[in-house]
């Protein structure tokens, strides 16, 4: 398939959590969306509640190789090849749970009342048509970014972003950069 000429194949997505403020713009946002039915496919967590107000940003992770549509037993859930791994289309969808209990990241959430999975799909009625995502458009302290490498390497040249994890010896490949402190991410794995 060809690539559309407004689709913007160098924008990437980028999340720095020493910038979230906790503020949930990014969740109201996220369900003002048409698609996802007035359901917040962005979530905010408090990492200790007890003794800081840090908090950081939960979105999909829209891996290379996604574990979530690998154990599908519905194929409800597909990778485009623009890289974006979207939410269990709804005819098919049998409300199993797997890619909830698969997912290294830990985002796809069953909706109940729905009995579906829902997670983020990047905005992609959005993003297709070379606009950002409604999350990195409201985030106010740019802990959410849509754009290329050059201009978050520009904003932020103490960091790093990041798009390989380990999960034990299991390498995880994604879409989304985890934006780190610059010298902090070298890690061996044997």
Known sequence: ?????YYKI???FFVDMQRCIGCHACEMA???CETNGQESMIHIHYVNRAVTVQT???????CDDPVCANVCPADAITKDE???VHTANTARCIGCSNCVM?????VPIKEEKYDLMMKCNMCYD???AGKKPMC???CPSGALYYGTREEISKMRPSSTPVNTFYFGKEKVTTKVNLMMPAGSTSIQVD
């Open 1 to 5: 398939m060809e690539t559309p000429s």
């Open 10 to 12: 160098d924008q990437e």
């Open 30 to 32: 996220c369900a003002e």
């Open 56 to 62: 950081t940003v939960q979105v999909c992770m829209h």
């Open 82 to 84: 623009f890289g974006v």
């Open 102 to 106: 698969a997912c290294p990241f830990g």
């Open 126 to 128: 959005r993003t297709s």
């Open 136 to 138: 990195a458009t409201v």
